[in-house]
């Protein structure tokens, strides 16, 4: 039709709905009511009610979007983009931040120290989180993204750009950041390494002593808290951050970068410290990474953030220490995006040749199931004590050194690896997508089972006198039948834990069965409960002069000493118990929504195309 208004009638009506527009948008955010801690409204609406006030405004924009088509008056096109507006508000979150330094409320009267540094801990660790949100925006730029992709030759890239277009296509943002990886070390020229670990395991001291110089700090208070690299070159470092440019410190100085205590929560907006000594290996980077497990906020976020960096990723666990979390959320972090992983237990020095063939076994059973594909984790053990390097050396000798000398092909196998399962992950995403009807997710028998957890930890925690009583009856079984009363006490007390460990075990097996990526329980070893005063209790002699008076309760009298280290035993059990059992359901509930972690995938159409392009040699410039 032909407009009936003037240029300047048609931009102050479109104006108007536009600014009606946005009084709607903040209608349906109040009455759909998501959850904060600061919101300014309650929410008093019935689900009935919240359903009409919806609808009404879909039939406002509707009837506004008619308008404007019989007015002649074109449709509000988006012309901003969605991460220029981020980053414009997290910059303003910035400045807000400013407002509650101990500065900004000096005129508000005198302020309490300790109030101070609450508040200054507050919006440093607050501005720390906003510049790492505003560099995720910049750094998955789709235009960026198309561009890295176009300048990686050869098979490699015409396999980047297709699962790039297929991402824009078909909606798969989680494989956006993994093929931005792919492309940055699929031009790189040096072999990338990553050590990962808990606090306290050993990387910074393990990477001074593969290169003879101990340039990184070491403690056994959390050290590294930023991510560390080195390589080969004049010896001096870089620092770059999230804002700013880099700056060149001298060796010595990167201590107030990279260690928690200088840098705590990295309040200077640390990226990462680039180091070079003349000692390195060639061609390879070696990336220290902060420790995981520890109570930093940021640390540990950028230690999983380095996993799919790396070609070679590498977890160090201490000798002896159980393996956790932390250490199969490594190894399956790794493993999800097809990056090799070596598995090093440190401090051998501290164990016998048989304690490390035992923890050995342990470990591989531990970790095996949280590796993808066949085969079992590669585990090896370390020291960087001058008397019991065999096990550092052969480790430089027989992997670092041969992946120095042939990172050409080194660097094309883990390429390849990676875009394997990009491929299957990208698959798994367009199967999910495509699939008209939604898989499976386990999710009531996962409450189900965290239920039972609860409840099987919390009543362990409170068993002590439950415990004390069948250890009594089974000392007076001893001293009537002349058995060892320290084995006897013993056994009694391991006997009266294991059906609280059974009832969560056969609870958390249960969801995994019914979850669509399944953790066999075989691969996931609970805590036992094997506190260390069990192995040192004494002899428990009955009474001298009343042989008749051997029963429970004289029994219960001499194990009293027992009561208070057992009742702190099993609260520190069933807090490990709890850990165990809520932390794989945690993980279920994780690999259940990440494609990359369902049953195999049968790639149809391009992705098999692009599967076999993968392997199919380089035919050069």
């Known amino acids: 039709m032909t407009t009936r208004l003037t240029q300047p009638q048609q931009r102050h009506v479109a104006a108007g709905l536009a600014h009606v527009d946005r009084l709607l948008l903040a209608v349906e955010q109040v009455a759909q009511a998501t959850p904060s801690p600061f919101a300014r409204e309650r929410s008093d609406l019935s689900p009935d009610e919240t359903r009409l006030l919806l609808s009404f405004v879909r039939l406002a924009r509707g009837r506004m979007l008619a308008a404007l088509d019989r007015l002649g008056i074109a449709r509000p096109a988006p012309s901003v983009s969605a991460r220029w507006s981020i980053e414009t508000s997290l910059r303003f979150v910035d400045i807000a931040l400013s407002e509650l330094d101990p500065k900004g409320l000096a005129g508000y009267g005198a302020l309490d120290s300790e109030a101070a540094e609450e508040l200054r801990a507050l919006t440093d660790e607050l501005r720390s989180v906003i510049r790492r949100g505003g560099a995720l925006v910049r750094e998955l730029d789709p235009e960026e993204l ?31 950041p993994l093929i931005a990886i792919a492309a940055d070390r699929a031009r790189a020229a040096a072999l990338d390494v990553g050590v990962f670990g808990r606090v306290g395991a050993g990387k910074s001291s393990m990477i001074n002593a593969l290169v003879g110089t101990p340039v990184l700090p070491v403690g056994a208070t959390p050290v590294t808290a930023v991510p560390v690299v080195l390589r080969r070159g004049p010896p001096g470092a870089t620092v770059s951050f999230y804002e700013g440019d880099p700056r060149a410190v001298p060796l010595e100085g990167i201590g107030a970068y990279v260690t928690e205590d200088q840098n705590p929560q990295n309040r200077r907006g640390v990226r990462a410290v680039e180091v ?82 035992r923890a050995t076994a342990y ?7 949280a590796a993808a594909g066949p085969g079992s984790v590669d585990v090896r053990t370390m020291s960087t004590l001058p008397d019991h390097t065999a096990g550092l050396n052969a480790f430089r000798d027989y992997v670092l050194a041969p992946l120095a000398r042939d990172r050409l092909r080194a660097a094309r196998d883990a390429l390849r690896a990676r875009l394997h399962r990009l491929v299957a992950l990208t698959g798994a995403a367009l199967q999910n997508t495509d699939a008209g009807t939604p898989a499976r997710d386990g999710t009531g028998p996962r409450l189900a089972a965290a239920e039972a957890v609860e409840h099987e930890v919390s009543r362990l925690s409170r068993a002590g006198p439950e415990v004390s009583t069948a250890a009594a009856r089974a000392l007076a079984d001893a001293w009537s039948r002349g058995d060892d ?27 995994a069965t019914a979850s669509p990526a399944p953790i066999p329980p075989s691969h996931r070893l609970p805590p036992l409960f094997e506190p260390e005063f069990l192995d040192r209790l004494p002899p428990f002699a009955p009474p001298r002069f009343a042989p008749g008076r051997r029963g429970p309760a004289v029994a219960a009298r001499r194990l009293q000493p027992l009561a208070a280290p ?32 369902a049953a195999p995938v049968t790639l149809t159409g391009e992705l098999v195309e692009l599967d076999a392009l993968i392997d199919r040699p380089d035919p050069g410039p």
């Open 566 to 597: 057992l009742g702190r035993a099993l609260a520190r059990y069933a807090e490990r118990l709890r850990a165990w059992g809520l932390g794989l359901l945690d993980e279920l509930a994780a690999l259940s929504a990440d494609p990359g972690s």
């Open 276 to 357: 070079t000594v003349t000692t390195a290996p060639e061609g390879l980077r070696l990336l220290d990474t902060p420790g995981v497990g520890s109570l930093s906020a940021s640390g540990p976020a950028q230690a999983y953030a380095w996993l799919p960096r790396c070609d070679l990723g590498l977890v160090l666990i201490q000798t002896g220490s159980p393996v956790g979390r932390e250490e199969l959320a490594l190894v399956a972090g790794l493993s999800r995006v097809g990056i090799e992983c070596l598995v090093l237990l440190s401090k051998s020095d501290l164990s016998s040749p048989d304690d490390l063939d």
């Open 485 to 511: 009363t320290r084995v006897a006490v013993r056994n009694a007390i391991l006997r009266s834990t294991a059906d609280g460990l059974e009832a969560v075990r056969s609870a958390v097996h249960q969801a």
């Open 363 to 369: 470990v591989k059973a531990e970790l095996n199931g």
């Open 146 to 176: 198309g561009q890295r992709v176009r300048e990686v030759p050869g098979p490699p890239g015409q396999v980047l750009r297709a699962l790039e277009r297929l991402s824009r296509e078909h909606g798969i943002p989680e494989t956006r």
